[in-house]
């Protein structure tokens, strides 16, 4: 399976993003999708995630309340809805799928994309 990251851009500070996450090779309802960012010089974090059902979503304590994660079946996509943005978000943000049990753990995801870069000006 292929994931292709896209949406990223420049944004002010208190603005919005869409960021997309398209599938291929594979049926997005078989798989956990989940965003991480990475900034230069630093790990890889996780952001939020969907389970396979779809029906499960969680998110990391800095971006809940202003990130929303969902998945639309039919486009075969998972897609991030970013609000309220900060110079904070600025990163570059993945999208990964795996088959196993969801979660925050980077290990969970198998297939990755290629990033897409956020960046919020203050």
């Known amino acids: 399976v292929q994931l292709q990251a896209s949406g990223g851009g420049l944004v002010q500070a208190g603005g919005s993003l869409r960021l997309s996450c398209a599938v291929s090779?594979?049926?997005?309802?078989?798989?956990?999708v989940a965003w991480f960012r990475q900034v230069s010089g630093k790990e890889r974090e996780f952001e939020a995630a969907?389970?396979?059902?779809?029906?499960?979503?969680d998110y990391a304590d800095s971006v809940k309340g202003r990130f929303t994660i969902s998945r639309d079946d039919a486009k075969n996509a998972v897609y991030l809805y970013m609000n309220s943005l900060e110079p904070e978000d600025t990163a570059v943000y993945y999208c990964?799928?795996?088959?196993?049990?969801?979660?925050?753990?980077?290990?969970?995801?198998?297939?990755w994309g290629q990033g897409t870069l956020v960046t919020v000006s203050s």
């Open positions: 090779g594979g049926t997005v309802r078989r798989y956990a």
């Open positions: 969907i389970s396979r059902s779809g029906g499960s979503v």
């Open positions: 990964a799928a795996g088959t196993r049990n969801w979660g925050r753990l980077i290990a969970l995801y198998d297939y």
